[in-house]
């Protein structure tokens, strides 16, 4: 494998998560040991975990906003396995970082661009499994589509437990070390 050169600028750790959990434990211990052998998560090598799936999945997305704060967009499963298998910054080549303007943009529903599930990012995460959702509110337009979102929010977002990658990783770490060991 050759070196990746490091973002020094963000630690994992640091980053907050956007999301309340993940959805594949099991994929999480196989990227785990993929970083503890050296491993990056560029997107071929994330073409691998995922071979075979309709969904593929591309750069670790960072969303940076102008009071400083970086939210993790896409990508808890890959940064939660950097942190737990001991990386503290990500590589150049595995992540993309998007500058948004204001928080309050990520409260919008836009379903042009499929975003159908607007946050307040400082109080809200979403649920880790929120693609039924995603597609009843894509099946629907106008008026009907922005009611049903604003009336079933808490079908894809709840209140915000756990802030940081850090938070998360450990949080998950330790209820999947207690639910092997029982």
């Known amino acids: 494998m050759l070196p990746q050169e490091l973002d020094k600028t963000i630690a994992i750790s640091s980053i907050l998560v956007t999301q309340s959990s ?5 994929r999480v211990r196989k990227m785990v040991e993929f970083v503890r052998r050296g491993g990056h998560f560029t997107p071929d090598r994330v073409a691998e975990f995922h071979a075979g799936e309709a969904n593929q999945f591309g750069l670790i997305v960072l969303s940076r906003f102008p009071c400083g704060r970086i939210y993790l967009h896409d990508g808890h499963h890959r940064s939660i396995s950097a942190y737990l298998g001991g990386r503290k910054y990500f590589a150049f080549e595995e992540r993309l970082i998007i500058e948004w303007d204001s928080l309050d943009r990520y409260n919008e529903i836009n379903p042009a661009k499929g975003w159908v599930t607007p946050l307040d990012l400082l109080k809200e ?16 337009s106008g008026e009907f589509q922005t ?3 604003r009336r079933n929010r808490h079908r894809y977002s709840m209140k915000r437990e756990v802030d940081s990658v850090a938070e998360l990783g450990n949080f998950i770490w330790e209820s ?6 029982a």
């Not at 993940?22 to 099991?26: F, G, K, Q, V």
């Not at 995460?125 to 629907?140: G, S, W, Y």
Request: hydrophobic share 55%; glycine share 0%; charged share 35%.
């Open 147 to 149: 009611e049903f979102i």
């Open 22 to 26: 993940i959805r594949t434990l099991e």
């Open 176 to 181: 999947d070390t207690a639910a092997l060991a």
């Open 125 to 140: 995460v979403r649920l880790p499994d929120i693609l039924e959702f995603k597609k009843e509110a894509l099946a629907l």
